[in-house]
Structures are given as structure tokens and as C-alpha cells.
């Protein structure tokens, strides 16, 4: 078991940046990969960004790329979403995954999740 938790969100304006940070904890050893997915009302979830624990290459929604960047700490348990150059089609709340299986890491099917945070950014 992996329990990731996110935090960071907050209300910033267009063209503003954020960084979003997520701890993982439990079995952390097993984690091949970890994502940021986001979430907006009436809309389905979308996967923005993520990073193969052991080898730290990455993937970029391209709603995304040039804007995000997704990293991790040394110990490879803490991840983070840098937000640049915001806009209000960014607004969403914002989840953390990790996924023990390599297969599932290009897809949407992670096996744990975090609670979310929520991120607003006004015009």
C-alpha cells in the first residue's frame, strides 16, 4: 500500500505560477511511477504529467507541456508539479497517483491516490 498526499493548491492569477508537492508514504519501495492527474467539474479526468521512479523520465499532457514540470526528491518519495505560466483552464483539483506496476504507468489506471488539491487560477 502507498499513500500519497498532495498539497500546494491555491488561488493565484492568470499568468501566475505554483508548485504543487506530494508525499508518498507506506510501501514506497514498490512505486514504479507517480503522476499528476487534474480534475475539473464536468470534465473528465485528465492525466498532466508523469515520472518513472527509478530512471526519473517523464511525460507531459500537451495541454501542458512548456508550462509544468514534474520532478522528484532524491529519496524518490516526494513528487512535484511546477505550475508556470497559469491559465484559468488550469483550474482544477489536482491528484497525485502512484502505480507499482510499470505497464500501467502510460496509462490512467493508477492504484493509489491522494485526496486531491485544489487549484484556482482567475482572469
Known amino acids: 500500500q502507498v499513500q500519497p498526499v498532495e498539497s500546494g493548491g491555491d488561488s493565484v492569477q492568470t499568468g501566475g505560477s505554483l508548485r504543487l508537492s506530494c508525499l508518498a508514504s507506506?510501501?514506497?519501495?514498490?512505486?514504479?511511477?507517480m503522476a499528476w492527474f487534474r480534475e475539473q467539474p464536468g470534465k473528465e479526468r485528465e492525466k498532466v504529467a508523469h515520472?518513472?521512479?527509478?530512471?526519473?523520465?517523464?511525460w507531459y499532457a500537451d495541454s501542458v507541456k512548456g508550462r509544468f514540470t514534474i520532478s522528484q526528491d532524491d529519496a524518490k518519495t516526494t513528487i512535484y508539479l511546477q505550475m508556470t505560466d497559469l491559465k484559468p483552464e488550469d483550474t482544477a483539483m489536482y491528484y497525485c497517483?502512484?502505480?507499482?506496476?510499470?505497464?500501467?504507468?502510460?496509462?490512467?489506471?493508477?492504484?493509489?491516490w491522494g485526496q486531491g488539491t485544489q487549484v484556482t487560477v482567475s482572469s
Open positions: 497517483a502512484a502505480e507499482s506496476k510499470a505497464l500501467r504507468c502510460f496509462t490512467d489506471n493508477y492504484g493509489y
Open positions: 515520472i518513472y521512479s527509478d530512471i526519473g523520465g517523464t
Open positions: 507506506g510501501d514506497t519501495s514498490s512505486m514504479k511511477c
